[in-house]
């Protein structure tokens, strides 16, 4: 008798412990950003513009579903639009990295200072 109230028991603990397992979710919501940079790097890289338009899209994606731009996110999108020239969505995105993070400060500040050289 006392075994199987000892299995009883070890059951309804086993019960109640994975009634307590909540799904992790990830702090930032990344997208399309990592294979975005991979392909930035990447012999067979996508077109400058081919890749701006795949992060904005994923920067609506994100802003809509109320999670959180990865860090770099703007910094990479900023760095796309100032080399199609587009200086002031460049400085727009540096400047929403450097809001956003503010341990880029000093970076994000080095790149708008420079990239315009």
């Not at 890289?45 to 992060?55: E, H």
């Not at 731009?69 to 199609?84: K, R, T």
């Not at 969505?89 to 993070?101: G, K, L, P, S």
Request: with cysteine; charged share 20%.
């Amino acid at each position: 008798m006392s075994i199987r109230y000892l299995t009883v028991v070890v059951l309804v603990a086993c019960a109640c412990l994975s009634g307590c397992a909540t799904k992790r979710t990830s702090l930032y919501q990344w997208g399309g950003y990592q294979k975005n940079v991979d392909a930035y790097f990447s012999a067979d890289k996508l077109s400058a513009d081919a890749q701006t338009q795949l992060m904005e899209e994923d920067l609506k994606k994100i802003k809509a579903s109320g999670g959180a731009v990865p860090p770099g996110f703007y910094a990479h999108l900023g760095l796309l639009h100032g080399q199609q020239g587009n200086l002031d969505r460049f400085a727009e995105n540096v400047q929403a990295e450097r809001n956003e993070f503010p341990e880029s400060q000093t970076f994000m500040d080095f790149l708008l200072r420079n990239f315009k050289k």
